[in-house]
Nanobody, 126 residues
Framework: QVQLVESGGGLVQAGGSLRLSCAAS????????MGWFRQAPGKERQFVAR????????YYAESVKGRFIISRDNAKNTGYLQMNSLKPEDTAVYYC???????????????????WGQGTQVTVSS
């Protein structure tokens, strides 16, 4: 079992930056891939970024490529999403998720993930 707690959301002006954190409990975190997803009001949850179990491979949605950076510190059982050059269309609730598929690179599909955090609100004003 893995429990996830996000933090770091907030209100920021367009062009600004935020860093989201995802603190995980459970000794298996370091062997599992992690992803970030987001859901805007009235829209479906969408893939943002994912990182493999070791942190050596990362993948991004086209809409955030070059602006967001996903990372993880397995020694701290924590994942991160650095968000730069934020745009109003980035406004959403952001969720971290972990897939129970050890030593893999994860997936872009939300239903492939087994554990989810409660979400953190990111609001970007224009």
């Amino acid at each position: 079992q893995v429990q996830l707690v996000e933090s770091g959301g907030g209100l920021v002006q367009a062009g600004g930056s935020l860093r989201l954190s995802c603190a995980a409990s459970g000794r298996t975190f370091s062997s599992l891939p992690m992803g970030w997803f987001r859901q805007a009001p009235g829209k479906e949850r969408q893939f943002v970024a994912r990182i493999n179990w070791s942190g050596g491979r990362t993948y991004y949605a086209e809409s955030v490529k070059g602006r967001f950076i996903i990372s993880r510190d397995n020694a701290k059982n924590t994942g991160y999403l650095q968000m730069n050059s934020l745009k109003p269309e980035d406004t959403a609730v952001y969720y971290c998720a972990v897939r129970n598929y050890p030593y893999s690179s994860g997936s872009d599909v939300d239903y492939d993930y087994n554990y989810w955090g409660q979400g953190t609100q990111v609001t970007v004003s224009s």
